[in-house]
């Protein structure tokens, strides 16, 4: 009996009053049961309806029952207490619609725990207990649990399949290997496990080294965005600091303005408001002498005409009024003038030079990754209109179609003396500075030339190691000539191979360090590419190897 109740749960055995397990429980003639002081005070509170109902079925009864001690229900509460009672599964133990049902649980199954590949059952934790209690199960394999283990029969033969055909890639029992698989390449299905294994293995491996690379990459580029909102920090305040001394530079130039104008002002009415004052007092004399003048000419005695006549007051010397010269409107607009004109210039210069400002700022790129286009009209994209700056001409070429085209001539040619121009080499820079993914195009005749890009303080005098284009380490040159070409960095020659073409394209990734050189014709051949780190603009060069020699930057667009 006891055996019995410990299969039983606590709800059993509980008041549905309080909901604990029963105290001296009695039983009312309806059939349930209840703690004797719960029903008796149950009772006492409807004593006054003369109606005593049971709380569970709601049945009456008249007179109340007379409440005895259920001695058997007592009992085995009390051992129950003593043997234990075996609390219900909760509900979670259960097999859910997504959950591995327990296959030997009968009624409500439980969630299974393992699964037997052997037996190709699903066990929960209590109906697999034999599997470790036992010897018999020692050598069966125990996995999570799965619903595909029927995948794990063999249809036609209704066995396990063990075996795996390499031949067919698929897992076989011995009855296929003998049958419809005879001759194949077949092996046991652990030795193939064992072989695929190790291929997981190195996948692994290379998946986790690509995880590596992936998270120093990962880091670098956080690097790299920290790097950039520095330097932007830094170049939005510095930039503020250059227009704040601009801007009271200006206005101190404004203040010195205003106080020259008004001390010139000053200076100017003070000398005009003497002159006025000595016409004044010289209109003064002037009236007073007319006045006596008059007085005197009404005289009518001529004897005392001619007795006051002598004693008139001499008439001042007037005040000399050729000098005076009236201008309306036009004292100080000279000024004014002039401040517009330096206005005029101002605004001019920084029109021009915000182009570069601007462009430069577009020009900030970090992606690190971009790809070099693939088609000509994929690289037209980046497409750069240059232009050659006669500042560095050689004296001995000349520059025309709005200096994009050079030739190399016998007459000198009339520059003026520059400080950036090349002295002994027939070389030519591009006026404008090249960052970001630029792309142009040269097209030359004659003997040959050079198609190079430079950084601004390459040697404009002295040996051609110093001055050449790729004699050096501060340019890079491409030489193209009727039957070869060849590249040249740092005195050092490479042979290139390629497509004789009049046309040579250039593409620069200046950030990513990547310069390329192209045959353009009808299609687009890389002829070299150099991959290193450019730490200064780089300008486009141009160097004519023979007289007669020309070469232009193309419109492309």
Known sequence: MAQKGVQLDQETFSCSICLDLLKDPVTIPCGHSYCMNCIK?????????????????????????VLLKSTM?????EQLKKTG?????????????EDVACDVCTGKKMKAVKSCLVCLVSYCEKHLQPHFDSPAFEKHKLVEPSNKLQENICSRHDEVMKMFCRTDQQCICYLCSVDEHKGHDTVSAAAERTERQREVEVSRLNIQQRIQDREKDVKLL?????????????????????????????????????QQVRSQQRTEVSRVKELQEKMEQEITE???????????????????FLHNYPSLSPISESTDSSSINIRPLLYFEEVTAAVSEVRDKLQDVLREKWTNVSLTVTEVDVLLSQPEPKTRAGFLKYSREITMDPNTAYI??????GNRKATFMKQQQSYSSHTDRFTVCEQVLSRESLTGRCYWEVEWRGGGVEVAVAYKNISRKGGWDECIFGYNDKSWALRCENNSYNFWYNKVQTPVSGPRSSRVGVYLDHSAGVLSFYSVSETMTLLHRVQTTFTQPLYAGLWLCSFGSTAEFCKLK
């Open 286 to 304: 002037l009236k007073r002498n007319d006045a006596e003048l008059q007085q005197l000419s009404h005289t009518e005695d001529h004897n005392q």
């Open 222 to 258: 956080q690097q790299e965005v920290e790097a950039i909102n520095r330097s932007a920090d830094k170049t939005v305040e510095d930039s503020e600091k250059i227009f704040t001394e601009l801007i009271r530079l200006m206005e101190k130039r404004s203040s010195d303005v205003k």
């Open 41 to 65: 005070t149950h009772w006492d509170e409807d004593d006054e309806n003369k109606l005593h109902s049971c709380p569970q079925c709601r049945q009456t009864f008249t007179p109340r029952p």
């Open 396 to 401: 001995y070429l000349l520059l025309s179609e």
């Open 85 to 97: 009672l075996q609390a219900a599964p909760a509900d979670h133990c259960y097999a859910g619609p």
């Open 73 to 77: 229900l007592a009992d085995l509460v």
